[in-house]
């Protein structure tokens, strides 16, 4: 056995992957570069030291428009033509971004409507980027043509591998001109038909708020007191349309000229953003995209729902277009200055999450503009700094093991869902709303349980198939409809498990309330009707026993009266004692919980573990880890396991473990204890 572990170490770290010519697959590791900021006779030198660090490919251009279209109409490409070639000569292929948002000066100067009106009608300056309306004709005009014809020059070239639509879509102000104005009435038309059927379904009798015509409707600008929810939510999915067509434009203004099999992607950002709904998005990229900027230290897993995020917009792996290296240059700033190892650690953790491609922002540091202080792979004159040497290091183990993860994904038996609509209805800021950060730190909440019991979880939208799942977790699920309730039976009815919380199936597609405070087919799923809700505030908790222990729970509860389903826990202490806090509906094959208070963390710990025990789902390597490590597993259709062990914090950490493994990360074998160095990754190769 030992010889053939020699065997396969030899195969894989000998292995030329720029020249596999079995598929497509490529593991990126990459960097975000700026030869626009470079004279043209340092780019070697810059090039030298990527190939030596092993780095595959760029991305480059999102920030070039007026180098590449110095003059309205006069094109230049020459020098991204020159780079692309030098690069070539390293095996560096590229990735190449179509700008729009990001204008050159003689595009704004003579049209001052392109400038974005935010919502106190103030209009924005060009004096930094995402300033622009993405909704102008010229706008669009302009940065269509300009991406068509990089995509008709550069199409065909073997070294483009890639087209990464603008930067960051979605992260700019709602802009509230007339032509979004216009554009926003007229949306409104073909959702609704007429105003009567609008004034119906929005409830605008309410405050004499009815429409004579569409006309009448405005932006939701400055005004005395909170617009109408319907308004607001409309206005959401609005704004989310108007991200999704820009995308939806660019693929088709890039596509027809790709005849080299290059892919079209963008970055999506972390789950802070909620302004486009990604799984609508995916729908034209073939890849997805995100940044990562975790702190360091150890808090340096609290983004990675996002990773789970992006991998399930199109249920694939996906790539990190930004990921953050050196610590910035800020007085006081926490968890931001990475240790020795961390680099490979939060590198490490991209992959061990499902990234195909790491892209490390940026590769030089920026000695002017206004990203000035951030960290960077080399400094400002492109010299090797302490990062630079560990991107080195870890570009050379990637290299080795890049063939292996070959087909692999992430797979889970647990998912949450993850609800754009929801997030737009309870995240608008507004005192009605109250706390408008509970959503993320549900599903956070959740999402990390199950990690730290040594699961896999995935996320998956309200569109997206549930039924690989055995347990799906609801953070909140205020917004649903016919087809969305008829899903979450079904999964049910064969097998799933399914856990609600407050807030779940009250309101339409609206944001207006069901009569029975829940869709009747909600109070079909969960056995119970809700009679009315009770909040506190953070600091006033209220308690519930479950299966004979006492635990913390409050915000908001809803006291709610048991129909079919069965009470398994009570609320203690309080009024409203002997309510149920916790149900369960015994539903066809499968089961339906509803926790009617949101609980503390040590609650969902001891919950999902009884529900993966109930299921039969054994954690990881068979061990619930120290909260210090991360376990996350990929795998192929051929049962062939990759398991990642990362120690996230700053000393030893021992794992007793049955069997022995081959850690093909390190090239040692592993016999039933492993020790993990202080930010250490161990990678275990497992074959059934």
């Not at 660090?53 to 279209?69: D, K, P, Y």
């Not at 730290?452 to 917004?479: E, Q, T, W």
């Not at 006033?540 to 729970?553: A, L, M």
């Not at 969902?604 to 991360?630: R, T, W």
């Amino acid at each position: 056995m030992f010889a053939l572990y020699i065997l396969l170490f030899i195969i894989v770290f000998s292995y030329d992957f720029d020249n596999d010519k079995r598929g497509v697959f490529k593991l990126l590791y990459g960097a975000c570069y700026y030869p626009e900021h470079r004279d043209a006779d340092r780019w070697e030198e810059d090039l030298r030291l990527m190939k030596a660090a092993s780095i595959n490919a760029l991305r480059v251009g999102e920030f070039a428009w007026n180098r590449l279209e110095p003059k309205d109409g006069m094109y230049d490409f020459s020098w991204l033509d020159a780079f692309i070639q030098l690069a070539a000569q390293y095996n560096i292929h590229l990735v190449l971004c179509p700008p729009i948002r990001t204008i050159p000066m003689w595009l704004s100067e003579h049209n001052p409507s392109l400038f974005i009106q935010v919502q106190n009608g103030t209009r924005l300056e060009h004096a930094s980027r995402y300033t622009f309306c993405i909704n102008h004709p010229t706008l669009r005009q302009k940065s269509l043509s300009l991406a068509a014809k990089m995509a008709k020059k550069f199409g065909s070239y073997p070294e483009v591998i890639g087209w990464h639509l603008d930067n960051e879509i979605g992260d700019e102000p709602d802009c509230h001109c007339s032509l979004c104005q216009e554009k926003w009435q007229n949306w409104l038309v073909h959702q609704y038909g007429d105003i009567a059927t609008l004034n119906k379904l929005w409830g605008t009798v309410f405050w004499s708020m009815e429409y004579d015509h569409f006309g009448q409707i405005p932006t939701p600008r400055v005004t005395k007191a909170d617009y109408n929810p319907s308004f607001i939510q409309d206005w959401r999915k609005f704004r989310s349309a108007c991200n999704i067509e820009i995308v939806e434009l660019l693929a088709a203004a890039v596509r027809p000229h790709l005849s080299n099999g290059s892919y079209i992607t963008t970055n999506n950002q972390m789950p802070w953003n909620n302004r486009t709904d990604n799984y609508e998005m995916a729908k034209y990229l073939d890849v997805t995209g995100t940044n990562y900027y975790p702190p360091y230290g150890e808090r340096a897993r609290v983004l990675s729902f996002g990773l789970a995020a992006n991998r399930s917009f199109k249920n694939a792996p996906f790539h990190v277009y930004e990921l953050r290296n050196e610590g910035h240059a800020i007085m006081g700033a926490m968890g931001n200055t990475p240790a020795p190892g961390e680099l490979e650690r939060l590198t490490m953790h991209t992959i061990a999450n499902g990234a195909d491609g790491v892209f490390y922002f940026p590769w030089k540091r920026f000695p002017f503009g206004s990203e000035q202080n951030h960290g960077a792979i080399t400094d400002f004159d492109g010299q090797p700094t302490r990062m630079y040497e560990e991107c080195k290091a870890i570009g050379r183990k990637i290299s080795g093991i890049a063939p292996m993860l070959r087909d692999t994904h992430v797979v889970s038996d647990i998912a949450v869902l993850y609800d754009f609509p929801s997030r737009w209805h309870v995240e608008h800021p507004s005192p009605w709303t109250g706390d408008s950060s509970v959503y993320l730190k549900q599903i956070n909440m959740l999402y990390h349980t199950v990690r730290l019991l040594g699961h896999n979880c995935d996320a998956v939208g309200r569109k997206s198939d549930f039924s690989s799942y055995k347990l799906l977790l609801v953070p909140m699920l205020p917004i649903v409809d016919d087809e969305l309730v008829s899903k979450l039976h079904i999964f049910t009815e064969q097998g799933g498990i399914v856990v609600f919380h407050p807030m779940s199936g009250i309101k339409n597609e609206q944001a207006c309330y069901f009569k029975e405070r829940l869709h009747p087919g909600m109070i079909e799923l969960l056995g119970v009707r809700t009679l009315e809700v009770a909040t506190t505030s953070k600091d006033n908790e209220v308690q519930f026993r479950w299966q004979g222990r006492t635990y913390k729970g409050g915000i908001f509860s809803e006291l709610i009266q048991p129909t079919t389903a069965q009470t398994e826990g009570s609320f203690q202490n309080i009024w409203y004692t002997d309510y149920s806090a916790v149900t369960k509906h015994e539903k066809g094959d499968g089961q339906c919980w509803f926790i009617a208070t949101f609980a503390e963390d040590l609650f969902y710990k001891d919950f999902i573990a009884f529900l993966c025990s109930h299921i039969g789902l054994s954690p990881l390597l068979n061990m619930v880890p120290p909260a210090e490590v991360e376990v996350t597993m990929r795998t192929d259709k051929n049962r062939r396991e990759l398991i990642f062990l990362i120690n996230e914090s700053d000393h030893d950490i021992r794992l007793d473990m049955n069997g022995s493994m081959v850690d093909v990360w390190n090239q040692e074998n592993v016999h039933n204890t492993i020790t993990l160095h202080p930010y250490q990754v161990r990678v275990l190769n497992q074959e059934k």
